[in-house]
C-alpha cells in the first residue's frame, strides 16, 4: 500500500496502479480517452493531464499524464490545479476541432463518452472556424456502423482488435492529422468480436447498426440484468427495450466472468425475441374457434395431465425454474432430460469431473492468468468463444512477467510491455483435428483422429504420475510431444487444461481430469475448464432426469400417453425416426415454447413462453455459476414464463406438487429444498420484497420519455405500470436512484457519466468486483481432499473401418445454435448446411471429386450432401457442420456408410 495527496488529501490505495485508475477509484473525476482497464495506458490522448509535485514545498509542479504516472509512496498531485485544468480544455478543444456538431443525430448521443469529458473539461464553445476533415465511411457489414468523421485518434479501437482480440482486418492508415481506422477496402469484419467496438469507442465512430435499423435512444429504453443464451459461459448482458421488442444487447459488466466484453453471437443474437416466428397465442388441436383465453387453455391442458400418464422433456435453454416445475407437474420419476444421447454423456462426464474431482473449474477472469495452456479436441472461437477470448490473454501471462521484471515496467503500460514481449508467447498446446483461430499463438499443434490425440493427452497424464496403464505404441513424434507437454505443465505456476464437448469425444475430457487431478496430486495449483452445449446444459444435469431415448421406451410400453415439452426442438436432440414414433406413439403432445419450429408443429396444445427479455429465471455456466436473468418487459398477448404456465396447470388439476406455489421465489425455495446441490441459488439476489429507502429498482433510466406517446395508437391516456410480483425491480423510471445490490443494476449510470465508462463509479476497483460482489454463486468447487479414481481406459488407435466413415461435428459461432439464426446477420455467416468434407484421398476413393453429390445413412436415415476436400481431415473422418438447419445429424461422431455417389455437380 502507498500513501498519496491529492490536491493535499492523503488517501491510502494499492501499489501498482496509475494515477488514473486510482483517482477513478477514488471517485475523482478525470478526463480520459485512450485508456481503457482491459487495455492498458498508452498515453495517446493527452486528457488526462494532472499536476504531479516533487514534495510538498514545490509550488509550481509540472504537468503529467496521470495514465503514464504510476503510484509512488507519499507522490503529490493536483487534479483541480487551474493550469492542468487549463491543459485538458485545451486538449478536448484540439480533440474536437473536425469532430462535426451531429450529436442530434448520432446514435451516441446522450450516452456518448465524448460528450460526458467534453462537459467534464468546461469546453463549452469551439475555437475553429473552418472546413473540417472528412473521410468516406466503410460498410463493414450487418453488425457494425462506420463514420470516421467522428474519430479523436484514441486508438482503443485497433487496441482492441487488434492487440486484445486477434482481429487482422481492422488497422490504422495514414500519418499525422490524417489517420483512418478501417479496413483495407469495404467488407464484414471478420473477428468474432467486432461488436466490442460499438463499446470500446469513446466517440460515434463505431455504432450498433442493428439498433440503427431501429432506431432509440438509450434513455429511452427499458432495461434489465440478464444473463447471454449463447453458450455455457454465461456472459452477462443489459437487455433494452422500447415498444415492447428488445432493440439491443450490450455487456453488463461482471469481474470474474465477462469482464467488459460479449462475443458477436451473445450481442447480436437476440432477433428471435423479435421474430416473425414467435408463439403469441395458445393453440390447440382440433383447431378452436377464435383465440382461447389463457384460463380456458390451463383447463384444457389440466385435463390432459389428470391421468398421471403424461412424461415432461426438459431443456437446456430454458431456466432452472421452469424445469423444476415441469419436472414437478409431471413427477420426478417421469421427467426427462431434453437433450441428445451425446450432449447428455458429456454433460453428466463434466458434472461429475467437475462435482467430485479435486481440481477447481476457473471463471473467465481466471482463465486470464492462466501461465500455460493445453487445449484438447476444442474448437473454443466456435464453442465457447469469450472462453478464448481469455486464453489469448494467457499466453501473454509468462512472457509479459518477464518483460516486467526484465525491464522493470508496470503490466499496465502496454504499448511498453508489448515492445519488451516482441511476438514472444506462452506455452499454448493444442490436440485437435481441425485447425483453430488459436494455432497461431500455439507453442505446438498436433492433428489427427481424435482417439489418437487422446491417446496423447492420456500419455500426457501418465507421465505426470497419474495411475493409468502406460499408453503404447507413441511414434517418435507423439513421445517426443508429450515430453514438452510434460515440461510446460511442471513448469507453470497457475497451468490450464480445457476440454468439453466440440469434438464429440469424452475421451478427451477423461484425459483432461486425469492431467489435472495428477498436477494437483504433485501438490500443484492446476485449473480445469470444461466447455458443455447450452446455457443452462449444467443446470439440467444438476436437477436430474432420465435419459430422452428412454422416454420412447415408456411409450411403446403404454405408460404414458401424454407428453409435455419445455422450449425444445426435440428433431435436434434425436434422430428423425425416433421423434416420428414418439409423436405417433403419444396422444396428446404439450409444448411450451417461443419459437415455432418442427416439433411445435406436431403438437396437440401450444402455450406461448416468455423468452429471457420476457420471463425471470436462473441458469448456471460451466463453471457452475448460478446467476440470474431478469424480465425486461412484460409480453404482449398471452405470453408468460414457461414455469408460471406450468403453476397454473398444477393449480387447475390439483397436482399437490407445486400447491401454494406462486411467485419466483416460491419456485426456488421448493426447487433448492427439493435439490439440496441448488440451495445456494437462494442466495443469488434479494428477493422480491427487497426495498431500498421503501422503493424498487427502476428498470427505465430517469430521462425516460415517451410513456404516454408509445401507446397512443391505442389510448391516449396514461397507462397504469405494470406490477411486477416476482422482482425488486419496477417497469416504470420511479424508484430508488441510487446503487442497488450488484445483481440488480439494470444499467450503468452516474451523474456526468452517461456512457458504458460509468461502471467504474460501480466497482470497488477499477477492474475488480462490483460493490459487495459480482453477480452470481458458484454451485460446484473442488473436493481438496476428496479423490476419484483416475480413467484408466485411454481409447484404442484410430483404424478406419472398409466402407465407412468416422462422421465429426465442426461448430461455428455462427450457424450451430438453434436461436441465433433468427437474426438475419449471424445467418448471413453461417456456412453452407449441405456440405460434408472429407480427405482428398478418401473423396477419390468413393470415387467423388469436390462439388459432387454423396447419399449417405445415419442409423436408416438417408442424407444428400455435397462433398468437399479437406486436407486436415485424416484418413477415414469425415466431417459435417454441426446444428445447421436442414442437415442436422443429431448425434455425432459416429461412424456412416455412403450408399452411392452420384457424379453431378452441384
Request: hydrophobic residues 40%.
Amino acid at each position: 500500500m502507498a500513501t498519496i495527496y491529492i490536491d493535499n488529501k492523503a488517501y491510502t490505495v494499492k501499489d501498482g496502479r496509475n494515477l488514473l485508475e486510482v483517482c477513478l477509484q477514488l471517485g475523482i473525476n478525470l478526463p480520459y480517452f485512450c485508456w481503457h482497464p482491459s487495455l492498458g495506458s498508452v498515453g495517446a490522448c493527452r486528457q488526462c493531464a494532472i499536476k504531479v509535485f516533487k514534495d510538498e514545498d514545490d509550488k509550481k509542479g509540472r504537468i503529467m499524464m496521470s495514465c503514464m504516472e504510476p503510484v509512488r509512496d507519499n507522490v503529490r498531485i493536483s487534479v483541480d490545479d487551474s493550469e492542468a485544468a487549463a491543459f485538458r480544455e485545451h486538449v478536448i478543444g484540439w480533440l474536437m476541432t473536425n469532430h462535426p456538431h451531429d450529436c442530434a443525430v448520432c446514435d451516441e448521443g446522450g450516452s456518448c463518452h465524448l460528450q460526458d469529458m467534453t462537459v467534464m473539461t468546461g469546453h463549452s464553445y469551439r475555437d475553429y472556424r473552418f472546413t473540417k476533415r472528412t473521410y468516406r465511411n466503410q460498410d463493414l457489414g450487418p453488425f457494425l456502423n462506420h463514420e470516421m468523421n467522428r474519430c479523436i485518434q484514441c486508438y482503443r479501437c485497433v487496441r482492441f482488435y487488434k492487440d486484445y482480440a486477434g482481429g487482422k482486418d481492422l488497422d490504422v492508415f495514414a500519418a499525422h492529422n490524417h489517420v483512418y481506422f478501417g479496413r483495407q477496402q469495404p467488407g464484414r469484419l471478420e473477428n468474432e468480436f467486432s461488436g466490442n467496438l460499438a463499446e470500446v469507442c469513446p466517440t460515434g465512430v463505431f455504432t450498433d447498426k442493428t439498433l440503427k435499423s431501429h432506431y432509440t435512444r438509450k434513455w429511452d429504453m427499458t432495461y434489465a440484468p440478464s444473463v447471454c443464451q449463447g453458450c455455457s459461459l454465461g456472459c452477462n448482458t443489459v437487455a433494452g427495450e422500447r415498444y415492447g421488442s428488445i432493440r439491443q444487447i450490450t455487456s453488463r459488466y461482471n469481474g470474474e466472468v465477462n469482464g467488459y466484453f460479449l462475443c458477436d453471437r451473445g450481442r447480436y443474437g437476440y432477433e428471435f425475441v423479435n421474430s416473425p416466428q414467435r408463439i403469441h397465442q395458445p393453440a390447440i388441436r382440433p383447431h378452436h374457434n377464435g383465440t382461447p383465453s389463457s384460463d380456458w387453455i390451463v383447463a384444457q391442458a389440466a385435463d390432459k395431465l389428470r391421468n398421471g400418464k403424461a412424461i415432461g422433456i426438459g431443456s437446456p435453454r430454458a431456466s432452472l425454474e421452469s424445469n423444476f416445475a415441469l419436472r414437478q407437474l409431471v413427477g420426478a420419476d417421469h421427467f426427462y432430460i431434453g437433450m441428445s444421447d451425446m450432449e447428455h454423456d458429456h454433460t453428466a462426464l463434466a458434472l461429475k469431473i467437475l462435482r467430485d474431482g479435486p481440481v477447481r473449474t476457473p471463471s473467465l477472469h481466471e482463465v486470464e492468468k492462466a501461465d500455460m495452456v493445453l487445449i484438447l479436441g476444442e474448437d473454443l472461437t466456435n464453442t465457447a468463444p469469450m472462453l478464448a477470448l481469455a486464453v489469448r490473454q494467457a499466453v501473454r501471462q509468462e512472457p509479459m512477467q518477464d518483460a516486467i521484471q526484465t525491464v522493470h515496467i508496470a503490466e499496465w503500460q502496454d504499448a511498453a510491455v508489448r515492445e519488451a514481449m516482441q511476438d514472444k508467447k506462452g506455452p499454448l498446446f493444442i490436440l485437435h483435428t481441425f485447425p483453430t483461430k488459436l494455432d497461431e499463438l500455439a507453442a505446438r499443434t498436433q492433428r489427427g483422429a481424435p482417439d489418437n490425440l487422446a491417446r496423447i493427452a492420456f500419455a500426457v497424464s501418465h507421465a505426470l504420475g497419474a495411475e493409468i496403464p502406460a499408453v503404447n505404441g507413441l511414434n517418435d513424434e507423439e513421445r517426443e510431444l508429450v515430453k514438452e507437454i510434460v515440461q510446460a505443465l511442471e513448469a507453470a505456476e497457475r497451468p490450464l487444461v480445457i476440454s468439453g464437448y466440440g469434438s464429440g469425444n469424452d475421451a478427451y475430457m477423461k484425459a483432461a481430469a486425469n492431467i489435472t487431478w495428477a498436477l494437483h496430486k504433485k501438490g500443484k495449483q492446476p485449473m480445469l475448464s470444461l466447455t458443455v452445449p447450452e446455457c443452462n446444459s449444467l443446470g439440467l444435469e444438476m436437477l436430474g432426469g432420465h435419459r430422452l431415448d428412454s422416454a420412447l421406451d415408456v411409450l411403446r410400453h403404454g405408460d404414458a400417453d401424454t407428453l409435455v415439452i419445455l422450449e425444445n426442438d426435440l428433431y435436434r436432440r434425436a434422430d428423425k425416426h425416433i421423434v416420428d414414433e414418439m409423436f405417433r406413439l403419444a396422444k396428446e403432445v404439450i409444448v411450451v415454447d417461443h419459437l415455432y419450429n418442427p416439433t411445435a408443429e406436431r403438437a396437440t396444445l401450444i402455450l406461448p413462453a416468455g423468452t429471457f427479455a420476457e420471463a425471470d429465471g436462473t441458469i448456471v455456466n460451466n463453471e457452475g455459476r448460478a446467476q440470474r436473468y431478469y424480465q425486461v418487459y412484460v409480453p404482449k398477448d398471452q405470453v408468460q414464463e414457461s414455469w408460471r404456465w406450468f403453476l397454473q396447470i398444477a393449480e387447475k388439476a390439483g397436482i399437490p406438487r407445486l400447491n401454494g406455489l406462486q411467485n419466483l421465489d416460491d419456485i426456488v425455495w421448493a426447487m433448492t429444498v427439493a435439490v439440496p446441490a441448488l440451495e445456494s441459488i437462494q442466495e443469488l439476489a434479494p428477493a422480491a420484497d427487497f426495498r431500498m429507502a421503501g422503493q424498487k429498482i427502476p428498470r427505465e433510466p430517469h430521462r425516460y420519455s415517451g410513456r404516454t406517446a408509445m401507446l397512443a395508437n391505442e389510448n391516449v391516456s396514461e397507462p397504469k405500470p405494470p406490477e411486477d410480483v416476482d422482482t425488486p425491480l419496477s417497469f416504470t423510471m420511479e424508484g430508488f436512484r441510487g446503487e442497488p445490490p450488484a445483481p440488480l443494476i439494470p444499467f450503468f449510470w452516474s451523474p456526468g457519466w452517461n456512457s458504458v465508462q460509468s461502471v467504474n463509479k460501480f466497482q470497488s476497483e477499477i477492474g475488480g468486483a462490483l460493490h459487495g460482489g459480482d453477480p452470481g454463486k458458484r454451485l460446484l468447487e473442488a473436493h481438496v481432499n476428496g479423490r476419484i479414481p483416475f480413467f484408466t481406459e485411454a481409447p484404442e488407435p484410430f483404424v478406419p473401418m472398409p466402407g465407412h466413415v468416422h462422421l465429426m461435428p465442426i461448430y461455428h459461432i455462427f450457424g450451430s445454435d438453434e436461436l441465433s439464426m433468427h437474426t438475419s446477420g449471424i445467418a448471413g455467416g453461417a456456412p453452407e448446411p449441405f456440405v460434408i468434407y472429407l480427405n482428398p484421398e478418401d473423396l477419390h476413393q468413393w470415387g467423388a471429386s469436390p462439388g459432387t453429390w454423396v447419399n449417405f445413412e445415419v442409423d436408416d436415415h438417408p442424407y444428400t450432401m455435397a462433398v468437399e476436400a479437406n486436407n486436415w481431415l485424416p484418413r477415414g473422418i469425415a466431417a459435417l457442420n454441426a446444428g445447421i438447419r436442414g442437415a442436422e445429424v443429431v448425434d455425432m461422431p459416429q461412424c456412416i456408410r455412403f450408399s452411392n455417389v452420384r457424379t453431378e455437380t452441384i
